[in-house]
């Protein structure tokens, strides 16, 4: 994984740097579909509804460290839930819901490229569901403090619509998604 990283901010390094694409003011929407679920993961578990998510981002400070950085901050919402059967007809149900908020350092390497990373900070609501068939079911509920790392990029065909992807430790390990700059 560090790997794959390092290759592609070495990749960016090499193609140079351009105008910057997130700045002081600039409002970015994400919405995102996840890809290996950082919540309920391993074997007997089962993705009833993959992890989705959506976050809002506001440009706050421009040229950080030089004329190519800045930083922004938001909010983020995910979801996910997922079965994890026993068979004998038990089966466990789970879902997960994180509202939190977001700081990003943004560093533009390449034009129409906006390469960032951040940390996020929010609070987890998990929800659980039991049903044994034939002696009963229970529900239960619990919520934690949540913290996430990302390594994102989002790439804009125009100037207000761009692909977007992240790896880290978020609602997903892999998000992929699209971007609306307002």
């Known amino acids: 994984m560090k790997r794959i990283v390092l290759s ?27 890809l290996g679920n950082t919540v309920y993961s391993g074997s007997g578990y089962k993705t009833s509804i993959p992890p989705i998510s959506g976050s809002f981002e506001y ?9 190519k950085s800045s930083l922004g901050v938001g909010g983020y ?3 996910t ?7 004998n007809n038990y089966d466990y149900k789970y879902s ?7 700081g990003s350092l943004h ?3 390449i034009e129409k490229l906006d390469t960032y990373t951040g940390l996020s900070l929010g609070y987890n609501i998990v929800s659980a569901k039991s049903d044994y068939k034939g002696l009963g079911s ?14 994102g990029a989002r790439y804009y065909f125009t100037d207000s619509f ?4 992240e790896i880290g430790y978020d609602i997903a390990y892999l998000n992929i998604g699209v971007a609306f700059k307002f």
């Not at 997960?96 to 977001?102: D, E, F, K, L, N």
């Open 138 to 151: 229970y529900k239960a509920e619990s919520s934690a403090l949540y913290w996430g790392w990302y390594l």
């Open 96 to 102: 997960s819901t994180i509202v939190g908020v977001r």
């Open 77 to 79: 919402l995910g979801y």
């Open 8 to 34: 592609i901010l070495c990749v960016f390094v090499v193609f140079g740097a351009s105008a910057q694409t997130f700045s002081k003011g600039d409002k970015v929407v994400n919405l995102g579909l996840g």
């Open 107 to 109: 560093y533009d390497f």
């Open 59 to 67: 440009g706050v400070v421009d040229n950080l460290f030089d004329d």
């Open 81 to 87: 839930s997922s079965k994890y059967d026993l068979g």
């Open 162 to 165: 761009a692909a977007m992807a």
